[in-house]
Nanobody
Framework: QVQLVESGGGLVQPGGSLRLSCAASGSIFSMYVMGWYRQAPGKQRELVAGITSGGSTNYADSVKGRFTISRDNAKNTVDLQMNSLKPEDTAVYYC?????????????WGKGTLVTVSS
């Protein structure tokens, strides 16, 4: 099992930047595909970005070119650098750890951190 704690959310003006961080503990970090999800009010939770232990990344179309996910397997952390933020990026952002198993993936979630993009 893995525990996840997010930090770095807050209020930012449109066009600004924020960096979210997620610290993992309790298991072997490199065993997990890490990701950031978000959930806006009244909407379903959606994948923002993911990164494998080897560093392969994927992004939602809405954030490509603006957001960058990175991980440090030695420090057990995964970050999300968010640039050129838009009001539609406002959401609670959740750190996710996914262990890929033959019988079905196991997901672990942080409690989330709120990002508000507003002038």
């Amino acid at each position: 099992q893995v525990q996840l704690v997010e930090s770095g959310g807050g209020l930012v003006q449109p066009g600004g930047s924020l960096r979210l961080s997620c610290a993992a503990s309790g298991s072997i970090f490199s065993m997990y595909v890490m990701g950031w999800y978000r959930q806006a009010p009244g909407k379903q939770r959606e994948l923002v970005a993911g990164i494998t232990s080897g560093g392969s990344t994927n992004y939602a179309d809405s954030v490509k070119g603006r957001f960058t996910i990175s991980r440090d397997n030695a420090k057990n952390t995964v970050d999300l650098q968010m640039n050129s933020l838009k009001p539609e990026d406002t959401a609670v952002y959740y750190c996710n750890a996914r262990r890929v198993l033959l019988g079905g993936d196991i997901h672990y979630w942080g409690k989330g951190t709120l990002v508000t993009v507003s002038s």
